[in-house]
């Protein structure tokens, strides 16, 4: 089942001032160590800020809880597998939300995907939720 949806779109360019204006302060209070590292060694650093931007802001809807309420930016942090493909962590009150929000029997998935052309960047967030193996109901106590 779905337990939560959200969705955001970033301006590259207003990354790039905050950036800019803001250096160190502005990175270390939002991206974790390895974002930066990814994003400092990309060409478009700006971009791939504005894109894990967009992905915690987007888990945050998806969490249902918005930014506010004590969510730490950097308890949202996306990885990529060897494939690109982004993966979402959560930590700290973003976890403790996402164990709250998941049914009795069930393991959250958050799935997350990733798209900029600029000056835009946007992330989708969903998170599902699935039974965790062996604890489903056996066959013939299904209704
Ligand atoms: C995946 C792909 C379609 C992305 O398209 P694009 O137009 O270049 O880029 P977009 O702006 O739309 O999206 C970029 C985001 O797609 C996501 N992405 C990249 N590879 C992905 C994959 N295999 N599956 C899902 N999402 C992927 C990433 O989040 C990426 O942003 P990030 O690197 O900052 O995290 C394109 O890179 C592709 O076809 N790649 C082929 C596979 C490949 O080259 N793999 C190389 C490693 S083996």
């Known amino acids: 089942m779905i ?33 930066q590292q990814k994003a400092e060694r990309r060409a478009d650093t700006a971009g791939t800020y ?12 998806a969490l249902g809880t918005g930014l506010r309420m004590g ?15 982004p993966v979402m962590h959560v930590t700290g009150w973003a976890r403790e939300r996402l164990d709250a929000m998941t049914p009795p029997g069930h393991e959250a998935i958050i799935h ?9 960047a946007q992330a989708f967030v969903v998170i599902e939720a699935r039974p965790v193996a062996g604890k489903r109901p056996a066959p013939e106590a299904q209704p």
């Open 112 to 120: 997350v995907t990733l798209t900029d052309d600029h000056p835009w």
């Open 3 to 35: 337990l939560g949806i959200g969705t955001d779109l970033a301006n590259i360019e207003r990354i790039e001032k905050t950036l800019a204006r803001f250096g160190d302060r502005f990175r270390n209070r939002v991206f974790t160590e390895a974002e």
């Open 50 to 61: 504005a894109k894990r931007w967009a992905a915690k802001e987007a888990c945050s809807k």
């Open 71 to 85: 969510i730490s930016w950097k308890d949202m942090a996306v990885t990529n597998l060897r494939t690109g493909q």
